[in-house]
DNA sequence: GGTAGGATGCCTACTGGACGGTATGCCTCC
DNA sequence: GGAGGCATACCGTCCAGTAGGCATCCTACC
């Protein structure tokens, strides 16, 4: 294991670039000549690092999980945990690459059926989790199917992410996740929780 | 014009081809030979009706506008009018082919920002459209942004059947409507007019 | 009503270029 | 001196698009 240094760093680097070709140009239409440029690397150090584009694409996806993973909720309230992973993905999607591009490969589907299945899966647990608690704190309405909740929520949050993305290429995704915010919360927590929640971005996510 | 009707055929042959095609591998990954062998007819024919790919591509888009434009409101309910929408909606992206090209070459982003643009505010402006009768009748609760709410119902429609697509070729996108309704309706309407609506299917779409 | 002539609609063969991937060799550090 | 890390030249394939020819039907004039 020598040099490790020196390569990891052109493996990040051509994962990055490839994770903004991706997420401009989605699977198909990125070219390995494009992520080659923008990486500044050639073609064999690309591939000497990853054997093919699927596993490249394979490599930016996992990313995601990446973040998943290293999210932790800051509130003593689920429910606002819930609405501040909201807005930490949204600054995510608006200033990392990485996740943009990790985004965009797991909505369009196509050749990565599986890996794909599995984000969502990630987030709808992840989802599901913050939704469990909150209904153990006595927070959301009786009788509420979380698992259906989950999806509605992790499928609204893909939908609203995406139109701003084409609409104002995400430059309005934190209002627009106020804007979800304020159509959900009344359908799922009791007016009592929701007195307390701060729908709005809060400072210092 | 002469010998329309044949002609007619056969361009409607290939849009059908290759409304499938966009809907299952994307605009950059579809290959015209794909949807030649599809249609089942030549190239020449093919490019006899349509000059490029992309102008291929924009005839299906076009689609879209078409069915929205041929939907219209059946209750008396504006409220209930939306919920239908969504439903019809969602049959068209399970049955109807060129709906469902439509959709996918909408959303995933591109070559074709302004149509995807258009198309994404003709849903914008029909789901105001009725929200805007809902309010005049005095349905919703007072003080909503509409502008917001119609963006916020698009996208999240947009990302629940893309989430359905995706998870369950679209199988359980009818169920994952109702959960989006049960939702978001409280939210939005005031009770009165919520006790009146039925947020599951109605019979006789 | 028969036929010339022309437009419409379609077919087949081809082309140039780009793309993903490979083979082979060189440099550098342990 | 050998393996890890990378550079360069090359290859086969496939793809969007084109060229040019051919059939079919419509129109017009006799």
């Known amino acids: 294991m020598a040099k490790q240094a020196r390569a990891l760093a052109t493996r990040q680097t051509v994962l990055l670039a490839a994770a903004e070709v991706f997420d401009e140009r989605g699977y198909a239409a990125a070219t390995m000549s494009e992520i080659l440029d923008r990486a500044g690397v050639t073609k064999g150090a690309l591939y000497f690092h990853f054997h093919s584009k699927q596993e490249l694409a394979l490599a930016v996806i996992e990313g995601q999980g990446a973040w998943i993973a290293g999210w932790e909720p800051a509130s003593d309230s689920w429910v606002q945990n819930l609405i501040d992973l909201g807005y ?36 709808m647990d992840l989802v599901r989790g913050l939704l469990e608690q909150a209904r153990d704190a006595g927070d959301l309405h009786p009788g509420i199917d979380l698992v259906a909740a989950s999806g509605v929520i992790t499928g609204a949050v893909t939908g609203i992410q995406l139109s701003s993305q084409v609409l104002a290429d995400r430059q309005d995704l934190i209002q627009r996740m106020a804007d979800l915010w304020t159509l959900l919360l009344p359908g799922l927590v009791q007016p009592h ?12 996510s």
Chains 1, 2 share one sequence.
């Open 193 to 204: 929780a929701l007195a307390r929640l701060s729908v709005a971005e809060r400072a210092a």
């Open 88 to 123: 930490a993905f949204a600054h995510a999607l608006q200033s990392d690459p990485l996740v943009r591009g990790s985004i965009r490969l797991t909505i369009e589907h196509g050749s990565f059926t599986q890996p794909q299945i599995a984000a969502y899966q990630g987030w």
